[in-house]
């Protein structure tokens, strides 16, 4: 009987076989990991051509050269893991292996064979059988594992390091970038982040949700001197009024309509105040004009009604450019000045276009000489014309707020250059060149046409019938407004 | 440390064998590779067919065997006239003791142990049926009564490649039970001076038998069943069974299409192009029985893959039937067979 229990040559098959299981172990694990470290190989290179090619390629062509990359890597990965499944042996063939390696001349494996075989226990298969056992276990102290397979890690492993590294450098080099610039969004200030997190949400709901303006607390500016600014913003709005904005259906459908037909709607329905653009503080702040600006809007809860005492908390030097300004704008000026505007310029805006460009013209006498538009205002004097020259739309009660938030005109330059463009429409618009309006009469005619043109399209759109579909379009509007 | 049972029978077994070797070198000069051939034939239980010139010692070759072994010997010259009963024995009309007369068997030259057929392609097919039914079968069958023949039986038989006139070229299928088919080369220059000296002389070598007259037969048969203990392993076998089917040709006739071996090579463009018919599996059964004699010479108790590539060429030479176009451009099945045992060496992986 082969392998009885006790006997040498049980004790000798079981040395073989603890030999041979670790031979095993170890040849299927280095196999294993070759495969592993040839397939992260690959897969990091991927994965680097992938990153660069995600900051360097337009996404057009990152996508093109995306999708062949990442089926090149689903093929790699299958190829390694069939390898991995052929590769891996079984004990006859792992003394296959030891037989080639060692130039044992088939001894091993025709051992391994005949134990596989199931030769234990059972009647000797060959009289030569015990000499094959002895020479295997003579020969088994002859040689070692690491003879075998003399690695325990594959050279492998090397072109798969560096292949990471490639990879977490060209990860690691757009992070170490982006990092150096301040982030709005760190652990540092994440208290404060967590802290306005609901006062941002509500804000950012209120904007999504209202297509009217909300009633603002300042002093806006008149009507009149801010016609082509609100064309501007108009302009503006359609412009960025694209599908994928989530703005709401019906503030498309309102923006839509033209802007008398917006203009009369209002008034009509609801008699809204109008409402002037907030004026971007930044740009305020930078060009030392918010002083002047709130010494014209005593409405400002912040600030004294009484804009005569805030025009003396001015600073010195702010008083100072007032007056020069109002100097400097000769004979022509009417001796007002910012503190001189009074109460009509600080009346709500509200009814009709007349009684709106009633008031638009004694602000604009009261403000002539004491306020002047920011520099960035559309209204320079480089834009062609004085602040408030009659535009078509003066007077007309159009809140300036209804192509969208102030946010959207605090782009200076978008502003400028609407409003450069509409000036020079309106201009066309005119008979008048540019030469007639620089006397005070010739600006008067022209405003005074321009409103006279204004009233006659005021009455031709009152007695417009307006379309079901407008209304119906208003009417959810403001209903959604009323609900909120 | 004492040695086992097993380990003593493989160290008689090479000790029986090398001193043949050496007992043949005394009266053989050189062909030492070609007595190794015909004696791992002898221990496979197998038969040899020798190629070779006249007066190259084939003859010398297998009487000095007969001697050395202590068996019986027996000489056929085949010649065209020669009948089947000239070589299997017949029946004859004997006087009994009591006056009758009664048919008697007579047994032929073939009763032998061991048998050289000296070119046996002068014979008609018919005469060297006889003799290879008795090769492959042990026995002979005359008048209805089959006879059998004494083992150890071993025959060499020879073929003279010149003077083919009035010859009959073996059968395929008689050349098949042939185990070995070796080539008596020429002699080299110092072979040929060691045999004027040693041949020219009074001097007569003296042949010492390897075995006693009684027990020969036995203790052969005895090292022929050792021979069949000697173990192999799956994959040897996979690798015999590949080399014989890459010796038959893409689309032979008879050829299982079906047949998906696990181990298989990628067919020789030499097969494709000059064999007509490959190896039978009696070539299979000729490489692993030799390979085992091999694999004792070497004290080993399995086969390794050297042992089937060392008698791959005497094993499938005569067995690859080759086509016209090899024998047109003079292509040798040995070359054949050496290039598939070459492109076979990946299989050991």
């Not at chain 2, 084939?58 to 085949?78: E, G, Y």
């Not at chain 2, 039986?153 to 070229?169: R, S």
Request: aromatic share 6%; proline share 6%.
């Amino acid at each position: 009987m082969v392998g009885v229990p006790g006997t040498e040559e049980r004790v000798a098959l079981a040395e073989v076989e603890e030999r041979l299981r670790r031979v095993r172990a170890r040849i299927n694990w280095y196999s294993m990991q070759r495969n592993l470290y040839n397939l992260g190989t690959l897969v990091a290179l991927g994965i680097a051509l992938l990153i660069l090619c995600a900051f360097s390629l337009s996404p057009l062509w990152f996508t093109v050269l995306s999708w062949p990359v990442l089926l090149a890597l689903a093929f790699a990965l299958l190829f390694f893991l069939r390898r991995i499944v052929i590769e891996w042996l079984d004990f006859d063939l792992t003394a296959r292996h030891v037989d080639t390696k060692l130039e044992l001349k088939e001894r091993f494996s025709t051992l391994v064979a005949q134990l596989t075989a199931g030769v234990i226990g059972k009647p000797q298969p060959s009289q030569l059988w015990p000499h094959l056992l002895r020479e295997n276990t003579a020969l088994l102290a002859g040689w070692t594992i690491k003879q075998v397979i003399p690695r325990r890690v594959p050279w492998h492993v090397l072109p798969f390091l560096l292949a990471s590294l490639l990879a977490l450098f060209i990860v690691a080099v757009p992070l170490m970038s982006s990092r150096s610039e301040t982030s709005p969004f760190s652990l540092d200030n994440l208290q404060q982040i967590v802290e306005e997190l609901p006062e941002r949400a509500s804000q950012a709901f209120a904007k999504q949700m209202s297509l009217l303006p909300e009633p603002s607390d300042e002093w806006g500016k008149s009507s009149l001197y801010n016609q082509d600014l609100q064309q501007a913003q108009g302009a503006m709005r359609l412009e960025e009024a694209k599908p994928g904005e989530n703005r709401p259906q019906d503030a498309l459908s309102f923006a839509s309509l033209p802007e008398a037909l917006q203009q009369k709607i209002r008034q009509a329905l609801e008699g809204l105040p109008d409402k002037e653009p907030k004026p971007n503080k930044e740009q305020e702040v930078a060009k030392g004009k918010e002083d002047r600006r709130l010494a014209l809007q005593p409405s400002d809860k912040t600030k004294k009604p009484d804009a005569v005492a805030e025009a003396k908390n001015l600073p010195p030097n702010a008083t100072e450019q007032i007056q020069e300004n109002s100097r400097g704008r000769g004979g022509e000026k009417k001796g007002g000045n910012s503190a001189g505007s009074s109460s009509a310029a600080q009346t709500p805006v509200q009814g009709s276009g007349i009684q709106q460009l009633d008031r638009a013209q004694l602000e604009r006498k009261n403000a002539r000489g004491a306020f002047q538009p920011s520099p960035d205002s559309p209204q320079l004097p480089s834009s062609g014309g004085e602040a408030g020259e009659g535009g078509p739309g003066a007077g007309s009660g159009t809140d300036p707020r209804i192509y969208g938030e102030q946010s959207v005109l605090n782009d200076g330059s978008k502003s400028f250059q609407l409003a450069l463009e509409t000036t020079h429409e309106k201009t066309h618009q005119g008979e008048d060149s540019d030469t007639d309006d620089k006397d005070e009469g010739g600006i008067i005619e022209k405003s005074t046409r321009g409103l006279n043109q204004q009233q006659s399209l005021d009455d031709t759109i009152r007695k417009s019938r307006v379309p079901a579909e407008y209304e119906e379009i208003v009417k959810r509007v403001f209903t959604r407004g009323e609900s909120r | 440390m004492s040695e086992s049972p097993a380990t003593q029978l493989i160290n008689e077994f090479q000790h029986t064998f090398r001193r043949i070797e050496t007992e043949l070198a005394k009266v053989v000069v050189g062909h030492g590779d070609l007595i190794r051939d015909i004696l791992t034939a002898f221990f496979a239980g197998g038969h040899v067919l020798i190629e070779g010139v006249p007066g190259t010692g084939k003859t010398l070759i297998v009487r000095s065997l007969a001697d050395v072994l202590n068996l019986s010997f027996n000489r056929i010259q085949f010649t065209v006239d020669l009948m089947p009963a000239d070589i299997t024995g017949t029946r004859m009309v004997m006087d009994r003791d009591d006056g009758r007369r009664d048919f008697v068997f007579v047994e032929g030259p073939i009763f032998a142990h061991v048998l050289l057929a000296d070119e046996i392609n002068r014979s008609t097919p018919k005469t060297q049926a006889a003799l290879l039914e008795a090769m492959a079968e042990q026995q002979v069958t005359v008048a209805g009564t089959t006879y059998r023949l004494q083992p150890p039986f071993f025959v060499l038989a020879t073929l003279n490649p010149i003077e083919m006139e009035g010859t009959y070229p073996l059968p395929e299928a008689q050349l098949d039970r042939f185990f070995f088919k070796v080539r008596l080369t020429y002699p080299t220059h110092k072979e040929i001076q060691r045999i004027i000296g040693s041949t020219t002389t009074n001097t007569v070598a003296d042949l010492r038998p390897v075995f006693e007259r009684g027990e020969a037969a036995e203790k052969i048969l005895t090292l022929r069943q050792l021979v069949r203990d000697v173990l192999v392993a799956p994959h040897l076998e996979e690798y015999i069974a590949a080399l014989i089917h890459a010796t038959i040709p893409v689309g032979a006739k008879y050829l299982n299409i079906g047949d998906t071996p696990k181990t298989t090579l990628a067919k020789d463009d030499f097969v494709n192009r000059y064999v007509s018919f490959g190896s039978s599996p009696r070539g299979g059964q000729t490489l692993m029985l030799g390979a085992k004699v091999l694999a004792l010479l070497d004290g080993r108790a399995n086969v390794s893959y050297d042992d089937v590539d060392r008698i791959a060429v005497p094993a499938l030479n005569h067995r690859l039937v080759l086509n016209f176009a090899a024998e047109a451009e003079n292509i040798d099945p040995s070359d054949i067979v050496v290039r598939i045992v070459q492109s076979a060496r990946k299989l050991r992986r």
